[in-house]
């Protein structure tokens, strides 16, 4: 079993930046592919990004690819979101995702695709 915690959410101006972490746990062996997704008041939770475990392949969603940038260290077991430019739209709760599942870009933006979610931290922009 796979326990995700995520950290670095707050508030912060329009333009500025954030970078939030996803720490696993619970076993040695990083998950293959960890991701992020969002969910705005209101709204359905949406894909942002995910990566393999070599990190050699990566996702974005079309609304940050250029602002956001994934990364992953597995020797700490944790995934990161640098989140650059960004805008008030970009306000929701931020879970972390992970799977042992083969990384295929068809398919890593589905939330079935994922089977531990972390509880999520809030990022909020102010205008």
């Known amino acids: 079993q796979v326990q995700l915690v995520e950290s670095g959410g707050g508030l912060v101006q329009a333009g500025g930046s954030l970078r939030l972490s996803c720490a696993a746990s619970?076993?040695?062996?990083?998950?293959?592919?960890m991701g992020w997704f969002r969910q705005a008041p209101g709204k359905a939770r949406e894909f942002v990004s995910a990566?393999?475990?070599?990190?050699?392949?990566?996702d974005y969603s079309a609304s940050v690819k250029g602002r956001f940038t994934i990364s992953r260290d597995n020797r700490k077991n944790t995934v990161y979101l640098q989140m650059n430019s960004l805008k008030p739209e970009d306000t929701a709760v931020y879970s972390c995702?992970?799977?042992?599942?083969?990384?295929?870009?068809?398919?890593?933006?589905?939330?079935?695709?994922?089977?531990?979610w972390g509880q999520g931290t809030q990022v909020a922009v102010s205008s």
């Open positions: 995702a992970a799977s042992d599942r083969l990384y295929r870009s068809d398919n890593i933006g589905q939330t079935a695709f994922y089977a531990y």
């Open positions: 619970g076993r040695t062996t990083s998950p293959n592919v």
């Open positions: 990566t393999n475990w070599s990190g050699s392949s990566t």
